[in-house]
């Protein structure tokens, strides 16, 4: 099987073609974050979203936990997919899903114990794809991804195994890992975003690199 691609921290639509060039499958475009690398305003990601051919997925990576505030979040931005970094707290995915219904819905799972796996059992019944990544929401200033820190691969190995929804892998992926990552987890996509940018731009030299370990 064929390891699908998503480049993350996409910031304008030359990236966003650069990427899609060398055959990634889904672009991340990350909104308004309380820490981490690469957000941009939600009128770009609208305008990029809006140029991107329609195989390719285009993730809005939002924030905000309320079901409510996440469809609106869309509506400003028009992706087709919503990449969820946080725990919903106020609403239910079905609702998402009622309100969305032709819109992808992928709920992340910071990696960080066994607990993870109860977590990603439990949401993998009512989303299209987890994505597992390295963040902490529980410190003061929330770790919602773009770390760079690789997690415990073989909780991730379990959370696979377990669920029987498509599995992204992120966190600390690069050119130098990605095989490892692959062989140990078996994920249906792998997701970079420091990984191939050098000085917060995109590498495209790390970038081919990358695509290289990754389809070869």
Known sequence: MITRIKICCIQ??????????????????VAKMPSGP?????????????????????FLLTSHTSVIDIIRHHRETNTNTIQIVDSITDGTYRQLKEALPSIKIVQVIHVIDENSIDEAIRVSHSVDAILLDSGNPNLKIKELGGTGRVHNW????????????????????????????????????VDVCSGVRSNGFLDVEKLDKFFTAVLK
């Open 12 to 29: 304008n639509l030359k990236e966003a073609k650069t990427a899609i060039g060398l055959g990634a499958s889904a672009i991340g475009l």
């Open 154 to 189: 073989k909780l991730s190995r379990k959370i696979r195994e377990e669920v029987s929804c498509p599995v992204f892998l992120a966190g600390g992926l690069n050119p130098d890992n990605v095989i490892n990552a692959m062989e140990t987890v078996e994920p249906y996509a």
């Open 38 to 58: 690469g957000p941009i305003p939600d009128h770009l990601i609208k305008e990029i979203a809006a140029a991107i051919p329609p195989p390719v997925g285009t």
